[in-house]
């Protein structure tokens, strides 16, 4: 089964998606994740995309795509993946059913973690205390949050029409949401 987890930055998909991984023994993929490893690590892709993180905005599709493509087979041999923060806009989520396809796979289920926009700030700003991600800072939260509604809200529709999307409600306790999560996977 390969899940894609949707919402806005800090509604819970990290989170959620290591449950899932403890609980159904799938495989995550964070390009998100993927990026900073690649940043920490000095490599030459880290150096081109630090700055993009650092402001918030996206790194190009192909970059992201090719990440993707690095670890599927990963993902397929535990049982399938988990899309955190992948895809972002349209060209990604065209390109993923492509590779999928490609691979006789497809995604099953498109989980969309609501969590209203208050909340969304609060949680940001303790995770900027606690873990002190850069582009956490209030203003880059701004713009993360900017490029979400203008370039990945858009793919709620392409996801609808595939009959693929449900929607979670993503407030309250962890564990209820991992339960409401679930529900929506059954
Ligand atoms: P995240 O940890 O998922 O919030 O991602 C952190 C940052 O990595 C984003 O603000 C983007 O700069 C970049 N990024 C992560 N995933 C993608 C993606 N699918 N497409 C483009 N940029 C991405």
Redesign the pocket.
């Known amino acids: 089964m390969n899940i894609v987890l949707f919402g806005p ?1 800090a509604a819970g998909k ?1 989170t959620q998606a290591k449950l899932l991984v403890e609980r159904r023994g799938m495989v995550q993929l ?4 993927m ?2 490893a690649e940043i920490a690590s000095g490599s030459d892709l880290g150096k081109k ?1 630090k700055d ?2 650092a402001a ?4 190009s ?1 192909e970059i ?1 795509i090719d990440l993707i493509t690095a670890n599927l087979a990963r993902a397929e041999a535990a049982g399938g993946a988990i899309f ?6 349209l060209a ?1 989520a065209e390109a993923l059913d492509k590779l999928l396809g490609s691979r006789s796979s497809l995604i099953d289920r498109v989980v969309r973690l609501k969590v209203d926009e208050k909340a969304l700030v609060e949680r940001i700003e303790k995770r900027f205390q606690d873990q002190g991600r850069a ?1 956490d800072n209030p203003e880059t939260y701004k713009e ?1 949050l900017a ?1 979400y509604n203008a370039q990945t809200a858009p793919l709620l529709p392409y996801y609808a029409a595939q009959g693929k999307l449900r929607e979670v409600d993503g407030m309250g306790p962890v564990e209820d949401v991992a339960t409401r999560i679930e529900g929506a996977l059954a």
């Not at 964070?30 to 994740?33: E, L, R, Y």
């Not at 918030?56 to 790194?59: A, M």
């Not at 955190?84 to 806009?89: A, S």
């Open positions: 930055p990290g964070s390009t998100g994740d990026l900073r995309v993009i993180l918030g905005i996206l790194v599709d992201v955190d923060g992948f895809p972002r806009t990604q582009d993360r490029v």
